[in-house]
């Protein structure tokens, strides 16, 4: 029997958009992942600037993944108190599924730049595979030299059979929307229907989120 491969997107999705999806099938279809689950931050420690709470993000992401092919919506950060951490997520994860399956980690190019301010973010491979892919024009060259480092060790063509611990890369088609850009237009009262699915654009609508009119 093979080993279960599960995928897991961490991010603010403030709001969700194209881009996360895109990421999101690429990794499950180049990775043969069994199930990508999206996991959005709760106060996030990285960014300040949230304009929707966690709950109404979660709500966002479960609408977005609503009718795809094993993308699962997963709340567990929301719900934390305090800052979330990856590498508690992981740790978390890894005591509810045991040790066999494979944890993948699916990271943009931006996120594997920035990795080396992760907390903890040497145990990361400890607890799963970190697996990357090129953001827009966010190269994969010249890396900071900490990340450099964690690349040369543990970077492998392919997800070995393992549960964790390799860095892989894996392509996609370029998905040119950032959540910033998105929020400046709805702010703008532009109404973006080619960068968000129908029901999250209505849910932010609704909910007269990031300064959007409500349709009357
Ligand atoms: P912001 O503009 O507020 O920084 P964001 O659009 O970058 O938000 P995040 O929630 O920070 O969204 O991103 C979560 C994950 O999705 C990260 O790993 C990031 O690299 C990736 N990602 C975001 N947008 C894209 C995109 N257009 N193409 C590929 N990956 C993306």
């Given at each position: 029997m093979t080993r279960r491969r599960i995928g897991l997107l961490g991010g603010?999705?403030?709001?969700?958009h194209i881009g996360h999806l895109a990421l999101a099938r690429a990794g499950r279809d180049a990775l043969s992942l069994d199930e990508v689950r999206l996991m959005p931050t709760g106060r996030s420690w990285q960014k300040n600037?949230?304009?929707?709470?966690a709950e109404q993000r979660l709500q966002m992401v479960q609408l977005a993944v609503?009718?795809?092919?094993r993308l699962l919506a997963d709340g567990r950060e929301t719900l934390r108190a305090g800052s979330t951490y990856t590498v508690d997520t992981l740790a978390e994860l890894r005591v509810e599924y045991g040790d066999d399956p494979a944890l993948v980690l699916l990271l943009g190019s931006d996120q594997l730049r920035n990795l080396?301010?992760?907390?903890?973010?040497?145990?990361?491979l400890g607890f799963a595979h970190i697996a990357c892919t090129q953001r827009e024009?966010?190269?994969?060259?010249?890396?900071p030299i900490d990340v450099e480092h964690l690349v040369h060790q543990h970077g492998r063509d392919a997800l070995p059979d393992a549960p964790a611990g390799s860095i892989v890369f894996f392509v996609m088609p370029p998905v040119p929307v950032s959540a910033t850009v998105l929020r400046e237009r709805l702010a703008a009262g532009d109404r973006p229907t080619e960068l968000v699915p129908a029901a999250v654009l209505d849910y932010i609508e609704s909910h007269r989120l990031y300064g959007a009119r409500a349709l009357l």
């Amino acid at each position: 029997m093979t080993r279960r491969r599960i995928g897991l997107l961490g991010g603010t999705f403030d709001p969700i958009h194209i881009g996360h999806l895109a990421l999101a099938r690429a990794g499950r279809d180049a990775l043969s992942l069994d199930e990508v689950r999206l996991m959005p931050t709760g106060r996030s420690w990285q960014k300040n600037s949230s304009t929707a709470s966690a709950e109404q993000r979660l709500q966002m992401v479960q609408l977005a993944v609503r009718g795809e092919d094993r993308l699962l919506a997963d709340g567990r950060e929301t719900l934390r108190a305090g800052s979330t951490y990856t590498v508690d997520t992981l740790a978390e994860l890894r005591v509810e599924y045991g040790d066999d399956p494979a944890l993948v980690l699916l990271l943009g190019s931006d996120q594997l730049r920035n990795l080396a301010t992760w907390h903890r973010y040497r145990d990361l491979l400890g607890f799963a595979h970190i697996a990357c892919t090129q953001r827009e024009r966010i190269g994969l060259q010249d890396l900071p030299i900490d990340v450099e480092h964690l690349v040369h060790q543990h970077g492998r063509d392919a997800l070995p059979d393992a549960p964790a611990g390799s860095i892989v890369f894996f392509v996609m088609p370029p998905v040119p929307v950032s959540a910033t850009v998105l929020r400046e237009r709805l702010a703008a009262g532009d109404r973006p229907t080619e960068l968000v699915p129908a029901a999250v654009l209505d849910y932010i609508e609704s909910h007269r989120l990031y300064g959007a009119r409500a349709l009357l």
